[in-house]
């Protein structure tokens, strides 16, 4: 079998390959039939062979593929609907084969579809499945969030919603992929999807099952917390790791373990949380092909942050059971910048994915939490729904992206008004639209300006997540206004001078309503 060196020094006559040349090389090596994960032997070959070299052997593999594509080829309607509650099933396959690509993309109004999406994969008939994961977290981002990131097995672009996998999947007898759309009052969701496989004529004794497991807690009890437990023999691959933060300050004092066949004590203990997935010092975004921070918002409580680690040229090898886990610790600080605590146990709600290859194939013991219990208690308040004031008045429509407002002139505002019951210390953002005809606008909270000024003007039209920072509110009516600055200097010579601005929501978050805040 062929398998991969990941050392990013691949010679050429001019020196080294950029880094988007080698991840390249290193994604069509994985996606041929001859990057896999194996149960023994070395992890990696020598510094001198080349991955592409596995596309010139001849192979039995047919290749397939199941999408979304209408069965009109002449059509442009390529999408499936999955109903509120519903469960769509994506492929099913009769093996022996082995999947190879996934992509996907959704349609909705739930600003946090990435953790209201489940995704499962059963093996061989199983009643329960081996991969049962929300679908932003599958793909390296946690907490319903977007955000772009490219790694070698998993890459996601287009404003966080274009969502790819390489991992290569192996079954015998079959494999069924399913998508639910868990109920959270936000409407049936559109998705449209590839997968691509291999059938072949048989697969080797020591090909393993492909796992990947969920796991939450908001907050985590004292103790480390549990990434993973399972019994079998196999390969441990990666990890997507999500902390909430509930305190300022800190949270990545923690410290992985692996107990490896059984061990009461860890032969494997990291020495901080940052450090295992390759950072130091705290954390910043960034991106690897085997790691890297997909998002980080800060130290503050309501701040987020997700990180991965695949185990692609060091796996942890386990041969009868294995137990990953993570040590919450960090610091934390009062309003008025005095540190209380530098590395105690800390409250943030935490959320996980494991991945790894196994055999035998296994399933989940607990349920997965209900789409409500994974997702912050956010209030999501349509702008269509909002009282709002523009001036100029004219030029505001209402469409499916959200509200629209185009005054065609570089000086105007628009304001929203929003209500709240309860005091407390709030998170607000906005849901905006991008588009090619919107132009630069400064926002406002309650006639205070936060944040830099906004150019809302690119080259297509998308959502996009902009977070308005934190705010001691007391009950009654709140405005976020927004004021033209003119056009940007991205706005191409032929659009239109609309000047707009489109809001599709605007994002409440009261940090009173998550557990263990303060």
Same mark, same amino acid.
């Given at each position: 079998?062929?398998?991969?060196?990941?050392?990013?020094?691949? +010679?050429? =006559?001019?020196?080294?390959?950029?880094?988007?040349?080698?991840?390249? @090389?290193?994604?069509?090596?994985?996606?041929?039939?001859?990057?896999?994960?194996?149960?023994?032997? =070395?992890?990696?070959?020598?510094?001198?062979?080349?991955?592409?070299?596995?596309?010139?052997?001849?192979?039995?593999?047919?290749?397939?593929? /199941?999408?979304?594509?209408?069965?009109?080829?002449?059509?442009?309607?390529?999408?499936? /609907?999955?109903?509120?509650?519903?469960?769509?099933?994506?492929?099913?396959?009769?093996?022996?084969?082995?999947?190879?690509?996934?992509?996907?993309?959704?349609?909705?109004?739930?600003?946090?579809?990435?953790?209201?999406? @489940?995704?499962?994969?059963?093996?061989?008939?199983?009643?329960?499945?081996?991969?049962? /994961?929300?679908?932003?977290?599958?793909?390296?981002?946690?907490?319903?969030?977007?955000?772009?990131?490219?790694?070698?097995?998993?890459?996601?672009?287009?404003?966080?919603?274009?969502?790819?996998?390489?991992?290569?999947?192996?079954?015998?007898?079959?494999?069924?992929? !399913?998508?639910?759309?868990?109920?959270?009052?936000?409407?049936?969701?559109?998705?449209?999807?590839?997968?691509?496989?291999?059938?072949?004529?048989?697969?080797?004794?020591?090909?393993?099952?492909?796992?990947?497991?969920?796991? +939450?807690?908001?907050? =985590?009890?004292?103790?480390?917390?549990?990434?993973?437990?399972?019994?079998?023999?196999?390969?441990?691959?990666?990890?997507?790791?999500?902390?909430? +933060?509930?305190? !300022?300050?800190?949270?990545?004092?923690?410290?992985?373990?692996?107990?490896?066949?059984?061990?009461?004590?860890?032969?494997?203990?990291?020495?901080?949380?940052?450090?295992?997935?390759?950072?130091?010092?705290?954390?910043?975004?960034?991106?690897?092909?085997?790691?890297?921070?997909?998002?980080?918002?800060?130290?503050?409580?309501?701040?987020? @942050?997700?990180?991965?680690?695949?185990?692609?040229?060091?796996? #942890?090898?386990?041969?009868?059971?294995?137990?990953?886990?993570?040590?919450?610790?960090?610091?934390?600080?009062?309003?008025?910048?005095?540190?209380?605590?530098?590395?105690?146990?800390?409250?943030?709600? #935490?959320?996980? @994915?494991?991945?790894?290859?196994?055999?035998?194939? /296994?399933?989940?013991?607990?349920?997965? =939490?209900?789409?409500?219990?994974?997702?912050?208690?956010?209030?999501?308040?349509?702008?269509?729904?909002?009282?709002?004031?523009?001036?100029?008045?004219?030029?505001?429509?209402?469409?499916?992206?959200?509200?629209?407002?185009?005054?065609?002139?570089?000086?105007?505002?628009?304001?929203?008004?929003?209500?709240?019951?309860?005091?407390?210390?709030?998170?607000?953002?906005?849901?905006?639209?991008?588009?090619?005809?919107?132009?630069?606008?400064?926002?406002?909270?309650?006639?205070?300006?936060?944040?830099?000024?906004?150019?809302?003007?690119?080259?297509?039209?998308?959502?996009?997540?902009?977070?308005?920072?934190?705010?001691?509110?007391?009950?009654?009516?709140?405005?976020?206004?927004?004021?033209?600055?003119?056009?940007?200097?991205?706005?191409?010579?032929?659009?239109?001078?609309?000047?707009?601005?489109?809001?599709?929501?605007?994002?409440?978050?009261?940090?009173?309503?998550?557990?263990?805040?303060?």
């Amino acid at each position: 079998m062929f398998k991969i060196n990941l050392i990013l020094r691949f +010679q050429n =006559p001019s020196g080294y390959l950029s880094w988007a040349a080698t991840l390249a @090389v290193m994604l069509l090596a994985l996606a041929s039939g001859r990057a896999q994960p194996v149960a023994t032997g =070395p992890s990696v070959t020598s510094s001198g062979e080349n991955p592409l070299a596995a596309l010139t052997h001849l192979s039995d593999a047919q290749t397939r593929r /199941v999408s979304s594509t209408s069965p009109d080829l002449n059509s442009n309607g390529d999408s499936r /609907v999955i109903k509120e509650g519903e469960t769509l099933v994506l492929a099913e396959l009769t093996g022996p084969g082995a999947i190879t690509h996934i992509w996907n993309t959704i349609a909705a109004q739930d600003p946090f579809a990435g953790r209201s999406l @489940v995704l499962r994969i059963y093996w061989d008939g199983m009643a329960k499945p081996s991969i049962e /994961v929300p679908l932003g977290d599958f793909f390296g981002v946690g907490h319903g969030a977007v955000a772009n990131f490219h790694s070698l097995p998993v890459s996601v672009s287009s404003y966080g919603r274009s969502r790819t996998c390489f991992w290569r999947m192996p079954f015998r007898k079959s494999a069924k992929i !399913t998508l639910t759309n868990e109920a959270r009052g936000f409407g049936d969701m559109e998705v449209y999807y590839y997968v691509d496989w291999e059938k072949l004529p048989s697969l080797p004794e020591d090909a393993l099952y492909f796992h990947a497991r969920y796991h +939450q807690a908001f907050p =985590p009890t004292p103790g480390e917390y549990t990434i993973l437990e399972t019994k079998g023999r196999g390969n441990y691959v990666g990890t997507v790791h999500s902390v909430h +933060q509930v305190k !300022t300050g800190w949270f990545g004092e923690g410290d992985d373990r692996f107990y490896i066949d059984g061990e009461t004590v860890p032969s494997l203990c990291g020495t901080g949380t940052e450090d295992y997935f390759n950072d130091s010092w705290g954390y910043r975004p960034f991106i690897a092909p085997a790691h890297g921070v997909t998002m980080y918002e800060g130290l503050f409580a309501g701040d987020r @942050v997700s990180a991965y680690r695949w185990h692609l040229s060091d796996p #942890v090898r386990f041969k009868s059971a294995l137990k990953v886990s993570i040590e919450h610790r960090g610091s934390s600080y009062t309003d008025a910048g005095v540190k209380q605590s530098s590395s105690n146990e800390r409250p943030d709600w #935490v959320s996980s @994915v494991a991945f790894w290859y196994q055999t035998p194939p /296994v399933a989940g013991e607990e349920p997965l =939490p209900p789409a409500t219990n994974r997702v912050a208690p956010y209030r999501v308040l349509p702008a269509k729904a909002l009282t709002f004031r523009a001036n100029p008045p004219a030029s505001v429509t209402q469409e499916e992206v959200g509200l629209i407002y185009a005054p065609g002139k570089p000086d105007a505002e628009i304001e929203f008004d929003f209500d709240v019951k309860e005091p407390g210390r709030y998170q607000v953002a906005a849901v905006l639209v991008l588009s090619v005809f919107s132009a630069r606008y400064q926002p406002f909270f309650d006639g205070e300006a936060v944040g830099p000024e906004l150019d809302l003007c690119n080259s297509g039209e998308d959502w996009t997540w902009f977070s308005f920072d934190l705010h001691d509110l007391k009950p009654g009516k709140h405005t976020l206004k927004f004021a033209g600055r003119g056009a940007s200097p991205n706005r191409r010579t032929m659009a239109p001078a609309r000047f707009s601005f489109g809001m599709n929501s605007v994002v409440l978050l009261r940090l009173e309503d998550m557990a263990g805040y303060k």
